[in-house]
């Protein structure tokens, strides 16, 4: 009897979730009520992986509620409204916990191009090919994130070439990221290159680099300079030493990413990032 009792109290309080719980979360109001509750159930079992010990409902319940329960609890909201379902939900929260927990790798980032502001106080660091598709989408919308959109002053972002060796043409577009980041212009030079993504071949890099801006006969020097090449060994044996299997590779103040690669999962895990105490 006091075992059905106990069953009865937790369907009574994951009823009033949503009333109680979820009140002033905006991803959360106006789910439909199939969604709500695959969003109900997700924040009834678990936990978030900072700030408060409980599961994600009862820390919700808490006064004052960790800024991490919100975040977590809305992303929990956006996942069911997308239709994604509870097993997806919890998975994700898994790798985002994993992002947090992942052991900080070396990157060197001397002389590296930066997007956004140089001193804000989160890094990104992505390993990228030139000739990766999923690059040619993430790279750009995350570039206009920390110079004019959400990220901005909270992010910057630093690109590393991995040039991927079934991408036909990934070598020479990876050095030609480098020739043009001796120009300081990597980044205008590498969204031009994904802008005409599908017309690549070698013999355009000259023509991506005067609309990118660049000094066309410094640009053809630099890549016929053995150096460039060497350059890029290091670089492509530094991120199989930080274990980059595939691109895009996203490292999170030096931490490996294992979350969604989308742009509203990278956005909401960097904001969490901008909003950690110094040093933890």
Request: aromatic residues 6%; glycine residues 6%.
């Amino acid at each position: 009897m006091r075992s059905l009792f106990t069953f009865l109290l937790s369907l009574l309080a994951l009823s009033l979730l949503p009333r109680l719980a979820l009140a002033g979360i905006p991803a959360c109001e106006g789910l439909p009520e199939a969604k709500l509750k695959i969003a109900r159930e997700v924040l009834s079992s678990a936990h978030p992986h900072d700030c408060c010990d409980g599961t994600l409902a009862e820390c919700l319940g808490r006064s004052p509620v960790c800024p991490l329960v919100t975040r977590l609890a809305a992303d929990v909201c956006r996942r069911a409204g997308a239709g994604q379902s509870k097993a997806d939900i919890e998975r994700e929260l898994q790798r985002r916990a994993m992002s947090v927990t992942s052991p900080k790798v070396t990157i060197d980032t001397s002389g590296a191009a930066v997007a956004g502001d140089a001193n804000a106080k989160v890094e990104i660091v992505l390993y990228v090919c030139a000739r990766c598709p999923y690059c040619s989408r993430l790279l750009p919308q995350l570039y206009e994130s920390v110079t004019n959109g959400k990220l901005k002053g909270k992010a910057r972002i630093v690109v590393r070439p991995f040039p991927i060796r079934s991408h036909p043409g990934s070598t020479e577009a990876a050095k030609a990221m480098l020739a043009a980041q001796r120009q300081g212009k990597l980044f205008e030079f590498l969204l031009e290159m994904y802008r005409n993504f599908d017309r690549y071949e070698p013999a355009k890099l000259a023509e991506f680099a005067a609309a990118a801006g660049l000094d066309v006969e410094r640009f053809r020097r630099d890549l016929a300079d053995p150096a460039l090449e060497k350059t890029l060994v290091e670089a492509k044996k530094e991120g199989i030493r930080n274990h980059v299997e595939a691109t895009p590779a996203v490292y999170v103040q030096r931490r490996k990413y294992h979350a969604e690669l989308s742009l509203a999962a990278i956005e909401d895990y960097a904001e969490e990032q901008y909003e950690r105490p110094a040093g933890r």
